[in-house]
């Protein structure tokens, strides 16, 4: 199996299954396998490149909400009757792939991506009638049809018939009723009558009631009428089933459309899920290659917290066909070889990586052995365990394979283990394969130091502080450092210094130049580190330094600006004031001109006036004011508060008329108000404004009585109006209109005189 558990690649699918929005497509990411068909790993890489870019330039790509609808399409295929809430379904689906098919229509068509959305199938029409038959909650609309509608309006007449009738009934015969109220059994309307009246009425009898003591009677007169509603109760349920059966054989009509419609939906989710994945690690698709040798600069493990992974580049160049990773104990070569393996496993499954460039080439298979409890599992002890995988592996690789070893051999006697690890490197160079094994022994060490065509590397060491750096070294040999570690945990420093002194009576002189050499190259790899900490805090100070040189200019620059714009602002403030003094000495001027002007000017002459009977007139001599009377010469006669006074013309001063204004009359109309008024239908709230207005109408019209029209029903509108007609002043008292006038569903309003 592809599965590739031992390189933590399930860990990398539950992360990828947070960014997906459907079920099956998490389920679809479970499953998915290692496909080695460059063509497949080509299409998956690209795939997830687009939606990337997509991402990138800001477009929301939503798969929220989407749900599998195949179960009911299958039910609709089988001709089965769908329910309202299953054909709802169908139509929030197809409306998910309208948006989505609209959506990516609107990116560059040269997007090789664009194929799943364009081979989505739509049917407007079918789904478009479901949305105007169906409400949301899955029942038909009352006026989904013209029959249902009328039904729906029969059904609510014979109702109100029914109740008014009953309202009736319960006034006249209260005594021979156990409860007055009415009550609905098998749709039919009854009433709860005592046993002893039981015989009073003709009809039906459905039961006893829980004691005995009354009976659910439906009397003869309300025969009819229920008969009435029990058919028109089974048209309504006759035309919704011939509703949903017609809107049934339209979705079955394009079942096979839209279940692949969603087999698409589920492929784009996978997608953007890895290219989500990869927009939140800021993670890389890398350039696939022909040839077998890979090439990652700044690689981290994924499944390292980012504080803390360590990134380190690998590569495999020529004349190089392995890798063999040395070093101490926890000190990386395993999470070196997983990193490896599971960023490869990725890309091929179409899922960034993060790195800041990686070429990747196309094997045509992966081997892996690493110790992941299969010995437990499998009841094999660990040396046997990894003989047997080691054994599958060589039977199957070739040159086009990927071999990843961790500790070639273990579990058994060193000396006979790294005989059979020499073996089994001889036999792997035979077959061609490129490799990457991790190992603490000498002997491969040895080994692979004298072979061309390995490549010998090293995890690091800090020999001050006794830890792993985690650091990855090319060209490099590295010391398990078994007995260092141990002296961070052993406090017996005899005991140290015992199993130093064994491990000098068994090393050879070539063992002792080679932990030499390892030592050395530890030692250099640390002052690597050291030198390399240093360039980055030399940078990191350098970047702030210029980081703060770009700050100086950017303010230079903007108080440059500052103080340009202020002294532009002042010249205008000084130009605008010579202006206004400019304009202020032309205005002065102007007005100067004009006075000399008019001190030149002749004076105009006034025109005379002439005065008329009926002028008001002003004697200027005493300010008494009249009117005139009659005019003889340069004598008139004034009317002054009823005294007649004769004077000259020549002491009058013409005074302006004044007109007398009618007082307008106001009178209120009130057109002719009906007699009644009927609310049967309305909505409570607005029956209760209806009504009131209405009186309002009538007891201004003088009215003595009116009739309001509201139906029995539940009895609610009846009972707001009452409480309303309470509250009002002028009405003098209100009740049930008699038989004739209807009953209980009318109120008759007496008004105060």
Do not use: W
Request: glycine share 4%; proline share 2%.
């Amino acid at each position: 199996m592809n599965d590739y558990r031992n390189l933590n690649l399930n860990a990398i699918k539950n992360q990828l299954k947070d960014f997906a929005n459907i079920d099956e497509a998490k389920a679809f990411i479970d499953e998915e396998m290692v496909d080695f068909n460059p063509l497949v790993i080509r299409k998956k890489t690209h795939e997830t490149k687009e939606a990337i870019k997509i991402l990138n330039d800001g477009n929301n790509v939503s798969f929220d909400g989407i749900i599998n609808v195949s179960d009911i399409l299958t039910k609709a295929e089988k001709q089965i009757m769908l329910t309202g809430m299953e054909l709802k379904s169908c139509a929030v689906f197809h409306n998910h792939c309208n948006r989505i098919k609209k959506q990516f229509q609107s990116f560059d068509e040269d997007l090789s991506i664009r194929d799943y959305s364009d081979g989505i199938y739509l049917a407007p029409s079918i789904f478009e009638e479901i949305d105007d038959l169906i409400e949301v909650s899955g029942e038909v609309k009352e006026d989904a049809t013209p029959v249902l509608k009328q039904i729906n309006k029969d059904l609510q007449k014979v109702e109100n018939d029914l109740y008014s009738k009953a309202y009736q009934f319960m006034d006249r015969n209260g005594a021979s009723l156990q409860e007055k109220s009415i009550i609905v059994r098998n749709d039919r309307l009854t009433f709860l009558v005592k046993s002893n009246d039981k015989n009073k009425f003709k009809g039906y009898t459905y039961g006893t009631s829980s004691s005995g003591l009354a009976y659910y009677i439906e009397p003869q007169s309300f025969i009819e009428l229920n008969n009435q509603k029990i058919s028109l109760l089974q048209d309504k349920e006759d035309e919704i089933a011939r509703i949903l059966v017609s809107l049934s054989y339209k979705v079955a009509s394009v079942s096979q459309e839209y279940q692949a419609n969603f087999n698409s939906l589920v492929q784009l989710c996978v997608i953007f899920a890895k290219a989500r994945y990869g927009q939140v690690h800021n993670a890389i698709i890398p350039v696939l290659s022909d040839d077998p040798y890979f090439d990652f600069k700044d690689l981290c493990h994924p499944l390292i917290d980012e504080n803390k992974v360590v990134s380190n580049s690998y590569r495999i160049y020529e004349p190089y066909h392995g890798i063999v990773i040395s070093g101490s104990n926890t000190g990386g070569k395993t999470v070196s070889l997983k990193a490896i393996g599971l960023s490869i496993v990725m890309t091929y499954l179409g899922i960034p990586i993060i790195a800041s460039e990686a070429k990747i080439p196309l094997y045509d298979h992966i081997f892996v052995d690493i110790d992941d409890n299969q010995s437990i599992e499998n009841s094999l002890s660990t040396f046997s365990a990894h003989i047997t995988n080691i054994n599958d592996i060589l039977n199957q690789a070739d040159d086009t394979s990927l071999i990843l070893i961790d500790e070639l051999i273990s579990g058994t006697d060193p000396k006979q283990a790294q005989a059979i690890s020499l073996s089994i490197l001889d036999k792997i160079k035979a077959l061609g394969s490129i490799f990457v094994i991790t190992t603490h022994f000498d002997d491969i060490k040895k080994y692979s130091y004298e072979d061309e065509n390995i490549m010998l590397s090293s995890v690091g060491f800090n020999m001050e502080t006794l830890a792993p750096t985690y650091h990855y070294y090319e060209n490099s040999v590295g010391s398990s450092n078994a007995l260092e570690i141990a002296s961070r945990y052993i406090d017996d420093p005899e005991l140290i210094q015992r199993a130093y002194d064994y491990l000098k009576l068994n090393q050879t002189k070539q063992d002792m130049l080679l932990d030499e050499l390892s030592q050395r190259i530890d030692e250099t790899n640390q002052l690597k580190e050291e030198l390399t900490s240093l360039e980055k805090e030399l940078k990191d100070k350098n970047q702030v330094y210029q980081d703060k040189i770009k700050e100086f200019e950017k303010e230079k620059s903007v108080l440059k600006e500052k103080y340009m714009q202020e002294l532009r602002d002042y010249i205008e403030e000084v130009k605008e004031k010579a202006q206004d003094k400019l304009d202020s000495i032309h205005d002065m001027k102007t007005e100067v001109v004009d006075e000399i002007d008019e001190l030149v000017e002749e004076p105009a002459k006034e025109e005379p006036v002439v005065f008329q009977v009926g002028d008001n007139v002003r004697i200027s001599d005493n300010e008494q004011v009249g009117t005139i009377l009659s005019i003889n010469n340069d004598t008139v006669s004034i009317d002054i508060r009823g005294i007649t006074v004769k004077t000259k013309i020549d002491r009058l001063t013409l005074m302006p008329k004044t007109t007398k204004k009618k007082a307008k009359v106001e009178s209120k109309h009130y057109s002719r108000v009906p007699m009644e008024i009927n609310v049967v239908g309305e909505r409570v709230e607005d029956a209760l404004d209806i009504v009131e207005e209405y009186l309002d109408k009538a007891n201004a019209a003088k009215m003595s009585q009116v009739k309001v029209i509201h139906g029995i029903g539940t009895g609610a509108l009846r009972n707001a109006l009452r409480t309303r007609m309470k509250s009002l002043s002028y009405i003098k008292s209100f009740k049930d209109g008699d038989y004739h006038d209807g009953g209980s569903a009318v109120t008759m309003v007496e008004f105060k005189k």
